[in-house]
């Protein structure tokens, strides 16, 4: 059985290549060769690329074996180069091994080279399979880290593109499933820009023909790979709809092709497809193997991206809902409060059965559905960024006081006593309606968590700042759930157990961050929880006086 073997001569001699030449096909070996005779083209041999072994003699006119080692490594190439000549000695000999040569042989001395050529190339396939297999972990590595840094998923798509090329391929392109469109060109890495740019616009006039037999469309539709050693011209004809389809596939100057699935957790993504041009070697099995794992790494990151953003997207029409909904509720509700309001006041006035109150506990009710309506205006309004503060000066002990007045009958109800201390004079520039909204919201987890036990509520100042301190027996707050208590939706406790929304603190959080203070809660010693509201006595200064 023969092996194929490029060889590349650097030889002045052509009766001496041929002898050469000779003697490696007795060694059996199917030799293809060129011949060379100066720097420049051994360069350009080199360039073109595709030499198994390099064999040389030691004096040529006005070039050497040790030039040629350094034409050699200036490539970058990896090619054993062995020394065969009638006038190299053994000192010779030793000083262009130490220069980079493989071996040395005088040609009276050709029937050793066979065996040498064969030991030459196995521990080259050995150290390419190393450098390989090196190389193959970096990309795979790099795609971990790469592939993590984004969640849109055009940018991870453009990522994974650029990640194979152009370690892996010279062309990467990501085709995705669009409604209606088929399979198309979502991403396309080149090294050449004006290439990618042309590669979409192919993409645009001659789309995927879905029910190809080979190519992405039947990656997509099996689910398996494909590789493709060899893309002769005649496979273009055969795929070109027109001339103009045929000269741009040309263009593209593919060898071989690999198509690999996009599969995810819930199924096909898309289709990878990686292509080498001249001057890189043909895809083997193992480039179909790492190609594969990097689909799968990229198809999790595709996927992870897709999700996301659908979930944004329902978190967005989730957002839009509650806001059409609050704003339609919100007028119904002002004028049934306002209904209710004024039957109160005349239920007083002409009755002296338990009518007044009954209708007071519905005015009650009304408020706090109108409360609830508010948050979720609150919430739809903080989802696009805006939570509009209207400053004025206000007394915060007159606004606890009158939060207080409020919660009187629900103080009533649950049986908490409320004792409250005030200093006089704690007044700033904050929105009133906006700060009672927070002393609210605590004030009401208090009386939910903490019923028929007494609430201690403080108000006090410092230097720079007001403080409301509202203090609880109830049934205190873990340590690991004293933030997340704070979150949209957060709650330390079952939703079953305790009702509510979920809305209060997080929205009393965004206001006190809003005005340039804070909101934070603390396990009160003896049990219970102490809430602390820390507000700026001065207004933040606007971002153009800060810069």
């Not at 509720?329 to 059965?353: H, I, K, Y």
């Not at 005015?363 to 508010?374: A, P, S």
């Not at 939910?448 to 036990?453: D, E, H, N, T």
């Not at 079952?494 to 959080?509: N, W």
Request: charged residues 30%; hydrophobic residues 40%; glycine residues 8%.
């Amino acid at each position: 059985m023969t092996t194929s073997l490029r060889v590349l001569f650097v030889e002045d001699n052509p009766d001496d290549k041929v002898l050469i030449e000779r003697e490696l096909r007795r060694g059996g070996f199917e030799v293809r060769s060129e011949r060379v005779q100066t720097a420049e083209e051994l360069r350009r041999a080199l360039e073109r690329g595709g030499w198994d072994i390099i064999l040389s003699d030691y004096c040529l006119p006005g070039f050497d074996a040790p030039s040629a080692l350094g034409v050699l490594h200036q490539s970058g190439q990896d090619i054993p180069l062995i020394v065969v000549s009638g006038s190299v000695g053994e000192w010779e000999g030793v000083e262009v091994m130490k220069a980079g040569a493989r071996d040395y042989f005088p040609k009276t001395l050709l029937t050793r080279l066979p065996a040498a050529v064969s030991r030459e190339l196995e521990e080259a396939r050995l150290r390419h399979e190393r450098v390989r297999a090196e190389g193959d972990r970096a990309l795979l590595a790099r795609a971990g880290e790469v592939l993590a840094l984004s969640l849109d998923f055009q940018e991870t798509a453009d990522r994974v593109a650029r990640l194979a090329v152009p370690e892996l391929a010279d062309w990467c392109a990501l085709y995705v499933p669009q409604e209606g469109r088929g399979l198309r060109v979502v991403a396309l890495a080149h090294e050449e820009p004006a290439r990618v740019a042309s590669g979409f616009e192919s993409d645009r006039l001659y789309p995927l023909d879905p029910d190809a037999p080979s190519g992405p469309a039947r990656a997509w539709r099996t689910g398996e790979a494909q590789l493709v050693a060899d893309v002769p011209p005649a496979r273009l004809e055969v795929l070109a709809r027109s001339p103009d389809h045929l000269r741009r596939m040309l263009e593209l100057g593919l060898r071989s092709v690999i198509h690999v699935p996009l599969v995810g957790r819930t199924g096909s993504l898309g289709v990878m497809t990686l292509g080498t041009t001249e001057g890189r070697p043909r895809f083997s099995q193992q480039d179909l193997t790492v190609s594969q794992e990097l689909a799968r790494r990229a198809a999790l990151a595709l996927e992870n991206a897709r999700l996301y953003h659908e979930s944004q997207e329902a978190i967005r029409l989730r957002d839009e809902f509650l806001a059409v909904a609050a704003h339609e509720l919100r007028t119904p509700l002002t004028t049934l409060g306002l209904q209710l309001g004024t039957l109160v006041q005349r239920a007083r006035r002409e009755t002296s059965s338990d009518m007044p109150e009954r209708l007071e506990r519905g005015l009650r009710q009304v408020r706090r559905l109108g409360t609830l309506v508010e948050m979720l205006l609150d919430v739809s309004r903080l989802a696009t960024g805006e939570l509009p503060l209207a400053l004025e000066s206000v007394d915060l002990g007159e606004v606890v006081d009158e939060v207080l007045e409020r919660f009187e009958a629900e103080a009533l109800a649950v049986g908490c006593a409320v004792r409250l201390e005030t200093a006089s004079g704690v007044i700033g520039q904050w929105d009133r309606i906006r700060v009672e909204q927070v002393v609210s919201a605590v004030l009401a987890n208090a009386f939910k968590f903490g019923p028929r036990q007494p609430v201690e509520v403080r108000v006090g100042r410092g230097e720079r700042t007001a403080r409301v301190v509202v203090e609880d027996r109830g049934i205190g707050i873990p340590e690991e759930q004293l933030e997340r208590i704070f979150e949209r939706f957060g709650r330390a406790v079952s939703s079953r157990s305790y009702g509510g929304l979920g809305l209060g603190l997080y929205l009393a959080r965004r206001v006190a961050e809003a005005h340039g203070g804070r909101v934070w809660a603390e396990q009160r010693p003896g049990g219970g929880a102490r809430f602390t509201l820390e507000l700026p006595l001065e207004p933040p200064r606007a971002k153009e006086d800060e810069a």
